[in-house]
């Protein structure tokens, strides 16, 4: 639990953890490739050591200092049978992409992960990997973990997704890598494209057109050198702050901004708010640049359609941050938010409402009524990181005293949360 309280104005400049996507990516792939994959810049998290853990339990030498991750790949087809279950904790992404790669291998595996895991939906998963060909059964009969692997043949496909989700996405592309023929994925809206990216850098044969990605099966992968960037995610909870809270001015910098994940940037300019790019750096796979963020007058907006896959993850922030608006921010299209760690249009709505904000929750989103003033509350967090921080930052802008319960959630994704957020804080 950790008590905060109004804000003055946010000062400096920081860099955020490395990017949670592309990390559990680099040591996936890393593990799957021949030679040594160095990763630095590499988000050290509860989510991304648990990825490490399931493939060292599967006999992949990984190193992890602190500042420099090297994973000893043994090729497409050197991973080990594991002796026990491979707990994935509260990663739903090493659930579901660590599932493609284990259908397309020669032994029998079972996945599993804590309580949250294990209510979360694995059904789109198991239905397009047992077109497939694959052997995916869920344990509880529930369509969730713990599931239960028996690696074999595998057959290429054209899977028309239902949802724009990379990680149902990225499971069809790696069982794709161990298939006879070539497997795409077309997806209604374009999920981020991480995945797609970094399979070339490995040497994967991936192609991409609009909402469309199609892999190859593969010989060898090829180990890499992976600098991960600054995590937009992360990022989101400090642009919103210092555009809330008057007075405020923060760089953050090397921050990720692929076109399929800077949705928040584009929101942020739609409500008016000031922030700029610097040293945009568009040379690797990987765009990065620095964001400057001011204190700003914002306006209300609507944040729909393909906008949705691009800020799935920055939406409670966003939530609180249309807070500070004047008029009504609608979010719709976003019924995905109800079956992440917590459900979190539930959450959202219900902590906004408790710190005196007029929302109203709906069947696939919000409705923030925007420019009345918050007040402190015991925010109910659910063991949600992405709910915990956001609120952390509508406490800085609310009147009083804010108590965050299970804050320790944090860990997941941004163990030094608290402690960065605290240094740039001017207070009363």
Not at 8 to 23: N, W
Not at 97 to 121: E, H, N, W, Y
Not at 259 to 283: F, K, Q, S, W, Y
Not at 330 to 354: F, H
């Amino acid at each position: 639990m950790i008590t905060l309280r109004k804000a003055r104005a946010l000062k400096g400049e920081l860099t955020v953890p490395g990017d949670k996507s592309i990390s559990h990516r680099s040591v996936m792939f890393g593990s799957i490739a021949r030679g040594t994959t160095e990763i630095t810049g590499f988000l050290q998290g509860a989510d991304c050591l648990s990825t490490i853990s399931c493939f060292a339990k599967m006999g992949i030498p990984v190193e992890n200092d602190g500042s420099r991750v090297i994973v000893r790949g043994r090729g497409l087809r050197g991973l080990r049978q594991p002796e026990e279950p491979l707990d994935c904790g509260n990663s739903g992404t090493t659930v579901r992409l660590l599932s493609g790669i284990l259908s397309g291998q020669s032994f029998s595996s079972v996945l599993t992960g804590d309580a949250s895991i294990r209510r979360r939906p694995m059904k789109r998963i198991i239905d397009p990997l047992t077109l497939m060909g694959a052997d995916v059964e869920s344990i509880p009969g529930t369509g969730c973990a713990p599931l239960q692997i028996h690696g074999g043949a595998l057959h290429g496909i054209h899977y028309q997704s239902p949802v724009a989700s990379a990680q149902v996405k990225s499971a069809v592309l790696l069982a794709g890598l161990y298939s006879e023929g070539q497997t795409a994925v077309t997806e209604p809206a374009l999920s981020r494209n991480h995945t797609e990216l970094m399979l070339r850098y490995f040497g994967a044969q991936v192609d991409s057109h609009d909402t469309t990605a199609v892999i190859r099966p593969a010989d060898e992968l090829y180990g890499q050198k992976i600098s991960v960037p600054g995590d937009i995610s992360s990022a989101a909870y400090f642009i919103a702050a210092g555009l809330m809270i008057p007075g405020s001015e923060l760089l953050i910098k090397n921050v990720g901004i692929n076109p399929t994940r800077d949705g928040i940037i584009r929101v942020c300019r739609m409500m008016g708010a000031d922030i700029t790019l610097l040293n945009e750096n568009h040379e690797n796979a990987e765009p990065t640049a620095d964001i400057l963020v001011r204190g700003s007058d914002m306006k209300a907006t609507v944040i729909e359609g393909k906008l949705i896959p691009t800020l799935i993850d920055e939406l409670p922030v966003i939530a609180v941050m249309a807070c500070a608006a004047e008029g009504e921010t609608i979010i719709r299209d976003a019924a995905e938010l109800k079956i992440k760690e917590s459900n979190r249009i539930q959450a959202i709505a219900e902590n906004l409402t408790a710190m005196g904000a007029d929302v109203t929750e709906t069947e696939d989103g919000l409705i923030i009524r925007g420019g009345r003033p918050l007040h402190g509350a015991s925010i109910q967090c659910h063991m949600d990181h992405r709910i915990a921080m956001s609120f952390a930052v509508a406490a800085l802008w609310a009147e009083g005293e804010t108590t965050i319960t299970d804050s320790d959630c944090v860990s997941i994704s941004y163990p030094d949360f608290f402690r960065e957020l605290g240094q740039l804080t001017e207070s009363y």
